[in-house]
């Protein structure tokens, strides 16, 4: 998904990361914080965690987290930019 729309790219995206990034574990998920700690980790894989993380709930949840569903709906956004 993200090859396909270039969303961790996005300045729309680093907005969104930004603004949680300082409770990674309460926004989005203990592993995304657990990965952003460990040494050597890169920003791209934190990014792509942090994407799959939070677009996951935004689908599966019935009540997505605000951070969850500013994902979502930019990934929609995007899609629907490139794809109609």
Known sequence: MDDL???SSSSEF???????????????S??????????GTSLDTVKR?????????WKTSESPRECAQEVGEL??????????
């Open 5 to 7: 729309l270039k969303i």
């Open 14 to 28: 680093e907005k969104i990361l930004d603004k949680y990034e300082g409770d990674l574990k309460g926004n989005v």
């Open 30 to 39: 203990g592993y995304v914080q657990k990965r952003a700690s460990e040494e």
């Open 49 to 57: 965690g942090f994407l799959a993380e939070a677009y996951a709930e």
């Open 75 to 84: 990934v929609q956004k995007l899609y629907n930019e490139a794809y109609g």
